[in-house]
Nanobody
Framework: VQLVESGGGLVQAGGSLRLSCAASGFTFSWWRMSWYRQAPGKGREFVADINSNSDRMDYADSVRGRFTISRDNVVNTLYLQMNSLRPEDTAIYYC????????WGQGTQVIVSS
């Protein structure tokens, strides 16, 4: 199993980024996928998740209306479109495959400057 995040970077407040998570080594279309984040000095927190066929998505209150989770089961990739970014969105963003045991990617850094 492998999860590889990309798309992070430095952006000004109010800007946008699109994160990607390329999955391999398992049947991607069978499993719910999630995004989490960990800000400096804080614990890892839930951001959003999406079920296997994309008909149910859930979001943390802090990102609802600004972030959109999606997936493409043909290319085995999970996405997170992040709009109206705020400095408090600064964190390492991780994707997670909700397999029989959760499996994590290595993370991608997002820095939002004020």
């Amino acid at each position: 199993v492998q999860l590889v995040e990309s798309g992070g970077g430095l952006v000004q407040a109010g800007g946008s980024l699109r994160l990607s998570c390329a999955a391999s080594g398992f049947t991607f279309s069978w499993w719910r996928m999630s995004w989490y984040r960990q800000a400096p000095g804080k614990g890892r927190e839930f951001v959003a998740d999406i079920n296997s066929n994309s008909d149910r998505m859930d979001y943390a209150d802090s990102v609802r209306g600004r972030f959109t989770i999606s997936r493409d089961n043909v290319v085995n990739t999970l996405y997170l479109q992040m709009n109206s970014l705020r400095p408090e969105d600064t964190a390492i963003y991780y994707c997670r495959a909700d397999l029989r045991e959760p499996f994590w990617g290595q993370g991608t850094q997002v820095i939002v400057s004020s």
